[in-house]
């Protein structure tokens, strides 16, 4: 895939959602999903919470919407995203400040490890808890977080 050719965000989650009985699919586009293809690594410190993503050449990730400002990092790898139609490639090691509001298309040109770091005040372990208070499913939903 070229960076010209990576798809607009709302196109491919409406792709994933009308597919997601399919393999390969994940997603209802009201909850995070659990993919084993895809692992997710949690980690915390003094209120931060650390999330790893590992993804192989040639997967696409569609996230969810971020409610914050946080920092993430591309660790290994080389990645083409689409940030709500704002179009990068990142070549490891870098790292970038992510803006509220931000989703992003996220494509494994090769083996990547991707990290998200966000403030956790609480210092909660509940990852469901976590995930309601960083992102949101739908732009209604963002906007409603940030009332």
Excluded at 71 to 91: A, P, Q
Aim: charged letters at 25%; hydrophobic letters at 35%.
């Amino acid at each position: 895939m070229k960076l010209k050719e990576m798809p607009n965000v709302d196109q491919l989650q409406s792709l994933v959602i009308k597919n997601n009985d399919k393999k390969g699919f994940y997603g209802d586009g009201k909850n995070i999903p659990v993919i084993d293809e895809i692992p997710i690594t949690h980690k915390f410190a003094d209120q931060l919470y650390i999330r790893q993503m590992d993804m192989k050449a040639g997967q696409i990730v569609v996230g969810a919407i971020h409610n914050h400002l946080h920092v993430w990092f591309l660790m290994t790898g080389r990645v083409l995203i689409n940030n709500n139609g704002k179009k990068i490639e990142h070549i490891a090691p870098c790292y970038t400040v992510s803006e509220p509001g931000s989703r992003r298309v996220i494509y494994a040109v090769e083996d990547s490890i991707f990290v998200n770091v966000h403030k956790n005040p609480t210092n909660t372990k509940d990852i469901k808890e976590l995930e309601k208070q960083i992102v949101s499913m739908t732009p209604e939903q963002f906007k409603n977080n940030k009332l």
